[in-house]
């Protein structure tokens, strides 16, 4: 905890995850059961969000990944997920890229949150979710009042606002799947969980296929563009080191290839680094830029995009 490189941090602690994923999913909600039977027959997209089984048919609600139980009507001794968490609490550490899918899941996990808080005020303020997967909407305020940060996969995790719909209807998908705009409005520091991507799926809130899931949710280019670089900052805890351009912080930049602010909206996927600086050093660096600002940093990889990526 505390241990740091400028480019590494060691911020937080973490489980692997509270519930299951996909399937196994904590969920309030009664899904569909015509789509659910066309799942388990192999005729639908939605077998990832469809029960588990008889044995859990809102998904694995246990607050722990670990209780995955053996046969039916297990019973488990402990919680020792949450022991973990209380004694994290009191001794001062931070809990942050936290896996949680499911609206259940983040409402039972906030509820414990909010027992330690009150045992020991203050002690959650900062700690962090992921993924957003699907948010009851009455969860937000009481996720601000404890001063809980989010990062955000747009449109859930996967994307998974179609499925979903199919699963619960196309009013949960539009109010439940990734609230950024209403967790932004509640106070709370809400990160980007992609890439230039993920931006475009902030403001136009579109799948693949071009239909927008919770059009009240959208933001706009200025407020994408934060949430994807200060709040990303803030979630790691350096929002004073890095995150935005200003005197006494780490040169971390970029050189865009276009204007973000003016492009179409369905171009800002398709942005490209020119440039890449990190703590003030060039790394990385198209050979058509410094060509043509007669600029070649010394020891900087010059590479296309393209070629960098089959080098990975």
Request: hydrophobic content about 40%.
């Amino acid at each position: 905890m505390g241990g740091s490189t400028d480019r590494v941090w060691i911020t937080s602690m973490s489980a692997r995850g509270v519930d299951g994923a996909g399937s196994r999913m904590c969920i309030s909600l009664d899904r569909n059961s015509q789509a659910v039977a066309a799942a388990e027959g192999g005729k639908s997209s939605l077998m990832e969000l469809s029960a588990v089984s008889e044995w859990w048919p809102r998904g694995q609600c246990n607050l722990d990944i670990d209780d995955i139980g053996a046969t039916k009507g297990a019973r488990f001794k402990a919680n020792y997920f949450m022991e973990w968490f209380n004694q994290g609490a009191r001794d001062g550490l931070r809990s942050a890229n936290l896996h949680v899918s499911g609206d259940e899941s983040y409402s039972r996990l906030i509820s414990e949150l909010e027992r330690i808080d009150l045992a020991n005020p203050g002690a959650v303020r900062g700690w962090a979710m992921d993924h957003c997967t699907m948010v009851k909407p009455q969860d937000i305020p009481r996720a601000a009042e404890l001063g809980i940060m989010w990062s955000c996969q747009p449109l859930g995790e996967g994307n998974r606002a179609p499925m979903v719909a199919e699963a619960f209807g196309d009013s949960v998908a539009h109010t439940f799947v990734f609230p950024i705009k209403s967790m932004l409005n509640a106070g709370i520091n809400v990160s980007l969980e992609g890439l230039w991507a993920g931006v475009e799926t902030l403001i136009t809130r579109k799948d693949e296929e071009g239909k927008v899931w919770g059009p009240d949710e959208r933001l706009d280019r200025e407020v994408a563009l934060r949430v994807a670089t200060q709040n990303g900052a803030h979630d790691v805890l350096n929002g004073d080191k890095l995150g935005s351009i200003e005197p006494g912080k780490l040169a971390d930049l970029v050189v865009l290839d276009r204007d973000y602010m003016t492009i179409s909206e369905e171009d800002i996927s398709e942005t490209q680094s020119l440039m890449t600086c990190s703590v003030g050093k060039s790394f990385f660096c198209i050979p058509n830029f410094p060509r043509e600002h007669k600029l070649r940093p010394e020891g900087v990889l010059v590479w296309t995009s393209e070629e960098l990526r089959k080098r990975r």
